[in-house]
């Protein structure tokens, strides 16, 4: 027990559910004409379809997840492919620090670039050994374990390589910039 509350953030509570959280309607996705970007500040900007997409190296992690809405959930297991994969693909400028991700119906959240690159990040289409769910940002979302979920955006499109920080959606309309659980960054006046 004195393990598990070690790996709780602060004003964070423990469920076994997968809470369900996000503005607006869920997306329809079409896998046949799906695609994820990188561009900005790259090498070579790259465009993958889902099959393409689909026959990149995959990993399997298995993270804590916490939520801005004070919920964590435990050994959330995610497989897809690592962040690191594509944007070494298209190769990150060294100007590259920030990155806006893109995600369907415009939503967008902002990370600078090192946090992309840990060996816990990936692009999961998979939770818990099932399709990741509609709900649950099918057909593609975004891991980011050690910030709030958040920044762990669903329905992700793409990755857009910047010198300086851009806000996304969440962080213009009141969301901490960064999002560290254990600092309790949730808002902006945090």
Not at 129 to 138: A, N, R
Not at 140 to 164: I, N, Q, T
């Amino acid at each position: 027990m004195r393990e598990e509350r070690a790996r709780i953030p602060p004003g964070q509570v423990v469920t076994r559910k997968w809470p369900v959280l996000h503005h607006g309607d869920v997306p329809r996705v079409d896998l046949a004409t799906w695609t994820f970007r990188v561009w900005g500040l790259v090498e070579e900007p790259r465009t993958w379809t889902w099959e393409e997409f689909q026959a990149l190296p995959r990993e399997r992690v298995r993270v804590d997840i916490h939520c801005v809405t004070r919920w964590s959930r435990l050994d959330t297991e995610f497989e897809g492919v690592p962040a690191r994969v594509l944007l070494d693909a298209a190769g990150a400028l060294p100007e590259a620090r920030h990155v806006l991700v893109h995600a369907e119906a415009g939503f967008t959240t902002n990370l600078p670039l090192e946090d992309l690159l840990r060996e816990n990040v990936l692009l999961a289409d998979r939770a818990d050994g099932e399709p990741l769910t509609p709900e649950h940002g099918w057909p593609l979302r975004l891991v980011v374990p050690h910030l709030y979920f958040w920044k762990s955006a669903k329905w992700v499109r793409g990755f857009e390589l910047l010198h300086e920080e851009r806000l996304g959606f969440w962080e213009r309309n009141g969301y901490h910039r960064r999002g560290d659980p254990w600092k309790q960054e949730r808002y902006w006046d945090d």
